[in-house]
């Protein structure tokens, strides 16, 4: 996920703004740059890769005097990981760096082109930056014309600006994506504007870890925020226009807890980001009543009736879960592969499949091979990933990214999340092109898309009644989730993550399978975990998980209708359709594997013999 950094003040820039950066390196990103403002000259310098190379390009650069300077980690979302892509981005004479996304980006682009705006890159972000130049040239002042762009942007975003036409000052924004700034109540600096008066250094970020060491005090900006820096002033305004007083707070000291944010680990940061994540995931793509993927050109299904997916472990379930979708509502017929079994069985591979690898991290070895094996055989193929300019990516003929930003807990929560979302909007996106749903029922299904993040939001409740449950599955002699339909790839992948960081045995099975073979199991310390979801053959689930409970198994049934033949009962929010009730499952089976594994004491980030990224086969 992009960073941000800023500093305004008589240190040395180059130096906080680099370190800043270092500071957010753990977050994951393709690119880097910085832009430095003093005596009303630029020096910006970019790089693609690891910050080192930044460091080269910039180790003969001095800043000395009073300074202000942004800079900025990119993780690719619109446009590759290239130096033109990097931020800061330049118009005329301003710099521009921007976390989240700008969704009427492309309309504003268009205007600005029209008026005979040259743009460099390919980033949604580069809009800011010419907009804000083109409001200079008919406002008072440079604040007026960065206040009237912020109120033209729609999306997410944290920004920091630099202009030469007001170059002791940083112009800020924030909504939907974080940024807070910082003072040190001991390192006053003397206004350049105002000869005597002292203010204080200010420093920008878009986490807590880069203040650490620098600030004594953090003001955390609201969505709506916006304002500028001076080494005088600190000046809020809401997004109503309304002067704000910043709100002051206690910097913490603790960096690996910063980087967790607060989080006792990633894997749980995660989870609650979940919500924040599937925003980004959506948005620019769920249109009014309708799917957009700028990404993708429909001629791409040109010519296909089937749909082949590929991969492993938990992106091996997402596509189990597309599989669904795919042939429900884009009616096309679809089947999916283990990518390690697909490479050695000699499968018969027809153009007229469209070839589909899934991978978060876009290295894993044994579906990258399955790509490769499709593109000799002359298929179309597309990646849905997380890492843009990875393996796959550079390989497929098409992309979608799932924008969940850096995934640093082994065992995948957030990235499957994505994946699901993305699939849900492809099959919407088909469905349109095949004229196989109704307008009626797509344009509702978009709407039920735009209520995912509040589906997968965390509540203390939730939280502390699974927590509390916890303590009685910490034995016994394994465990089945359990589930129909859709939400059989989520019992795999709720058994997956137990076993992954408890350690523990467990199985996922569709719950009409249980009396061919595995109810044999059943007892009191078999611990069934069952997916009860009120909009799915809730009758027939429910008739399985009887037969379980009548051979006296553990049950836990989580679903928003009560049930009483559970020994133990999690329940899930009434909601309008089983997708929203398949995103909450979801976290709920997350949090129930997470807190497993913590009274058991293990290693829940970094579960032993496990890899992030399986490169080998
Ligand atoms: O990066 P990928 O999505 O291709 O990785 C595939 C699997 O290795 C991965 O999902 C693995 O199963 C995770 N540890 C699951 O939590």
Redesign the pocket.
């Given at each position: 996920m992009c960073g941000i950094v800023g500093y305004l003040g008589k240190k040395n820039t180059k130096e906080i703004l680099l370190d800043g950066l270092k500071e957010l390196e753990y977050r994951g990103y393709d690119s880097a740059g910085i832009a430095v403002l003093q005596d009303n000259q630029f020096d910006s310098f970019k790089a693609v890769g690891k910050l080192v190379n930044l460091e080269e390009k910039t180790k003969d650069f001095v800043t000395e005097n009073f300074a202000v300077g942004i800079g900025h980690t990119r993780w690719a979302t619109h446009g590759k990981p290239t130096e033109l892509n990097a931020h800061p981005h330049l118009g005329d004479s301003s710099y521009v760096v921007h976390n989240g996304i700008i969704e009427n980006y492309a309309t504003l682009k268009k205007e600005l082109m029209d008026d005979g705006v040259r743009f460099l890159s390919q980033t949604d972000t580069e809009v800011i930056v010419h907009q804000f130049e083109k409001n200079l040239k008919s406002a008072e002042n440079a604040f007026e014309a960065f206040a009237k762009t912020i109120h033209e942007l729609k999306g997410a975003y944290a920004i920091l600006l630099v202009t030469k036409s007001e170059d002791k000052t940083i112009f800020f924004a924030k909504h939907g994506s974080p940024m807070l700034v910082g003072i040190n109540g001991e390192n006053k600096v003397s206004s350049p504007e105002r000869e005597g008066s002292l203010g204080y250094e200010k420093y920008f970020a878009s986490s807590d870890a880069p203040l650490i060491g620098h600030c004594s005090d953090v003001n955390y900006f609201e969505d709506g925020d916006y304002g500028y820096v001076t080494a005088d002033e600190l000046a809020i305004f809401s997004k109503n226009g309304d002067k704000k007083k910043p709100n002051f707070s206690k910097l913490s000291t603790n960096k690996l807890s910063a980087q967790k944010d607060g989080y006792r680990f990633f894997m749980e940061k995660e989870i609650y980001e979940q919500s924040t994540v599937i925003a980004d995931t959506l948005m620019g793509r769920v249109g009014d009543d309708e799917i957009l993927f700028d990404e993708i050109d429909s001629s791409l299904f040109d010519g296909i009736h089937e749909i082949k997916l590929s991969?492993?472990?938990?992106?091996y379930h997402s596509a189990l879960s597309a599989s669904y979708l795919f042939e429900r509502y884009s009616k096309i017929k679809t089947s999916v592969e283990v990518a390690s079994e697909f490479r050695y069985r000699s499968p018969v591979m027809t153009k007229d499949t469209l070839f589909v690898v899934?991978?978060?991290?876009?290295?894993?070895a044994d579906?990258l091979e399955t790509l490769k094996m499709a593109k000799e055989a002359g298929l179309k193929t597309l990646v849905i990933c997380n890492v843009d300019n990875s393996s796959m990516v550079r390989l497929a003929d098409a992309t979608i990214l799932t924008r969940a930003g850096i995934e640093k807990g082994?065992?995948?929560t957030k990235?499957f999340a994505t994946q699901v979302a993305v699939f849900w909007m492809m099959s919407l996106y088909l469905a349109k092109l095949r004229n196989s749903l109704e307008a009626n029922e797509i344009a509702r299904q978009v709407s039920l898309l735009r209520e995912i993040p509040t589906s997968v939001k965390v509540t203390d409740a939730m939280h502390e009644k699974i927590k509390r449950l916890s303590k009685r599955y910490l034995h016994g002699h394994g465990f089945f989730f359990i589930g129909r339909d859709i939400f059989y790839p989520l019992a795999l992948e709720g058994a997956?993550?137990l076993k992954?960081i408890s350690y523990l045995h467990a199985e996922g099975y569709p719950s009409g399978e249980m009396k061919h073979g595995p109810i044999a199991l059943a007892d009191p310390e078999l611990f069934t975990i069952a997916l009860l979801p009120q909009h799915l053959l809730y009758e027939k689930a429910k008739s399985n998980v009887e037969e379980l409970s009548a051979r006296d198994s553990t049950i836990c049934a989580i679903s928003p209708i009560e049930f009483d033949k559970a020994d133990d009962f999690i329940q899930t929010t009434v909601c309008k359709d089983y997708m929203l009730e398949f995103f909450e499952m979801m976290v709920v089976v997350q949090l129930f594997s997470l807190e497993i594994s913590v009274r058991l004491g293990n290693d829940v980030d970094m579960p032993r013999n496990?890899a992030k990224?399986?490169t080998v086969e």
């Open positions: 991969a492993c472990g938990t992106s899934i991978s978060q991290s876009g290295e894993t579906t082994v065992a995948s990235a997956l993550k992954e496990l990224s399986v």
